[in-house]
Structure formats: C-alpha cells, structure tokens
C-alpha cells in the first residue's frame, strides 16, 4: 500500500548519482509507468549481495514476469509457497533496510535499464545484476554494465543483487511505500 501521508520533495533531491540523505541510497531519477500516471523516485542500495543465484531454476513462477514493477515481482517471489525455490537474491533485497527503511525490493529489468542510463559508474563492470523480472523456467533478465551486454542468466548462476525503493512522485513531492 501506498503511504501517502509522508512525502519528500523533489527539489530536495541529490545530483544523480549522489546519496540521498534518509533515503537509503544513491538517487538514480525518475523510472516512469509508461502510462503517464504515477512516475516514481528510483533509489538504488550501496550495498549489494555479491555471487547469489535467482532461484527457482527449471520452474516458472506466476508473480514476477512484471518488466517495470520489481516491488510486485519481489513480494510475489518472497511469497513463494515452494521453499526448494529459493529466490535467494529476492529475499536479500527485501530484507534489506538502510535510514530506517524496510521498502527495498530487487528492481525490474526496466529499473535495472533506469540505473544503467543514470548511475551506471555505482555498479561493478565485471560482473552482473539480477532483476526481479523472470524470463523463462530457466533465465531471469538481469543486466550488465560492463562492455558485454548480457541481458539474462541462468537462474542458477551466481551474480550481483542491489536493493532499490522507489517513491510515487504526487504533487511535486514523492511518497513511499514503507510500512
């Protein structure tokens, strides 16, 4: 659910890139809805889990094909009713808390493809990042933000998972999801 009743205003934001003081994170701008209704705030973690896999390889799970929503395909991983699973880099992002904020999630492709236009030099060149996004029983969309362009990973292998929050922007000031 949407909070509504606590907001931060935009002119308070940082230079893309920078911390983002009681954030929880590196301001990486705007991630619109694609339907013009509610673009949000993007805050990506410092902090990172470094050689985690997906999960769930060889299974297709119902919740977490959404391209732009990582909180919704987080939660519906997290969620997850078969333990063999796993979702190990989703469960990191969300039980990752920074300034007194429990909202991360691991990001959606689209939110990974966000980070890579406005804050790729926070992110390690060598190797690479899960997105909540599933691509099939067998791959997970991810990212790179190296020379290679990879695109998705074998759930299995290991790579990189970074939390990020994000906050609705209303009325020239956004608002979370915390709580």
Same mark, same amino acid.
């Given at each position: 659910? #949407?909070?509504?009743?606590?907001?931060?205003?935009? =002119?308070?934001?940082?230079?893309?890139?920078?911390?983002? %003081? @009681?954030?929880?994170?590196?301001?990486? @701008? #705007?991630?619109?809805?694609?339907?013009?209704?509610? %673009?949000?705030?993007? #805050?990506?973690?410092?902090?990172?889990?470094?050689?985690? %896999?997906?999960?769930?390889?060889?299974?297709?799970?119902?919740?977490?094909?959404?391209?732009?929503?990582?909180?919704?395909?987080?939660?519906?991983?997290? @969620?997850? %009713?078969?333990?063999?699973?796993?979702?190990?880099?989703?469960?990191?992002?969300?039980?990752?808390?920074?300034? @007194?904020?429990?909202?991360?999630?691991?990001?959606?492709?689209?939110?990974?493809?966000?980070?890579?236009?406005?804050?790729?030099?926070?992110?390690?060149?060598?190797?690479?990042?899960?997105?909540?996004?599933?691509?099939?029983? =067998?791959?997970?969309?991810?990212?790179?933000?190296?020379?290679?362009?990879?695109?998705?990973?074998?759930?299995?292998?290991?790579?990189?998972?970074?939390?990020?929050?994000?906050?609705? #922007?209303?009325?020239?000031?956004?608002?979370?999801?915390?709580?």
């Amino acid at each position: 659910m #949407i909070d509504t009743t606590q907001g931060v205003r935009l =002119a308070d934001a940082p230079k893309l890139g920078e911390y983002w %003081p @009681g954030q929880g994170g590196l301001y990486a @701008g #705007i991630m619109p809805d694609y339907e013009g209704t509610q %673009p949000r705030v993007l #805050i990506v973690a410092e902090d990172e889990a470094v050689d985690i %896999p997906w999960g769930g390889f060889g299974a297709t799970e119902e919740g977490a094909h959404e391209d732009g929503d990582g909180h919704a395909n987080t939660r519906d991983l997290v @969620g997850c %009713p078969k333990p063999w699973h796993g979702h190990h880099a989703a469960r990191f992002a969300a039980a990752y808390e920074k300034d @007194g904020h429990k909202d991360f999630y691991l990001p959606s492709h689209r939110e990974l493809e966000i980070a890579n236009v406005t804050i790729r030099d926070a992110f390690d060149k060598t190797d690479w990042y899960w997105s909540s996004t599933e691509q099939s029983s =067998a791959m997970a969309w991810g990212r790179s933000f190296g020379d290679v362009h990879l695109e998705s990973l074998f759930k299995h292998m290991p790579a990189r998972a970074r939390p990020v929050r994000s906050m609705l #922007i209303i009325d020239g000031s956004a608002t979370s999801d915390d709580e």
